[in-house]
């Protein structure tokens, strides 16, 4: 019951994240110029890109981007969720989880309810080199992914351990 009510809460939370800063960078950003911080090292600029991470996709005709980035990508979130709510795995692994199928919800909404679209308004760079734009629900797919990455290597699983035993010996 309770790992049912962190899956619920951290999807909630971060699909509600995420839809709360597309909100409002639609209402500040949209049809206005880039907004930037620290000379020029972080911007706000909206677009609404219609393919994957980078664009990838981008172009593809609109009938097949829909059945990849919007079927294909539901279906592959909904197993997700349905693996990490019946698999035992530990703490980090759970959350680690749900940041990757929040995020991918966060960006599911946007393309079932905007025309197959992702509102993207966040750039990061120094001169020439940039990251793509992205969004809040990007961060959380990103930084679950490498935190996978991380924490199913050999070190990682090391790391994992010692978690646990602190959580046990604090209470947690």
Not at 105 to 110: A, E, R, V
């Amino acid at each position: 019951m309770k790992k049912y009510f962190v899956i619920f809460s951290t999807l909630l939370l971060l699909v509600g994240c995420d839809r709360l800063t597309k909100i409002q960078a639609i209402d500040s950003l949209k049809g206005n110029n880039p907004i930037s911080y620290f000379g020029g090292f972080f911007k706000f600029i909206y677009v609404e890109n219609s393919g994957a991470m980078l664009g990838l996709g981008g172009t593809l005709p609109g009938d097949l981007r829909f059945y990849i980035f919007t079927v294909a990508v539901g279906i592959i979130l909904f197993g997700g969720l349905i693996y990490i709510a019946i698999k035992p795995m530990s703490k980090i692994n759970l959350i680690l989880g749900l940041l990757i199928v929040g995020g991918g919800f966060g960006n599911l909404y946007d393309r079932a309810f905007n025309d197959g679209l992702v509102v993207d308004f966040m750039l990061i760079g120094i001169g020439p080199l940039r990251t793509g734009i992205f969004n809040v629900a990007d961060i959380a797919i990103t930084v679950g992914a490498i935190g996978l990455i991380i924490f199913t290597s050999k070190w990682g699983k090391k790391l994992t351990n010692i978690f646990q035993q602190t959580a046990k010996s604090s209470g947690c």
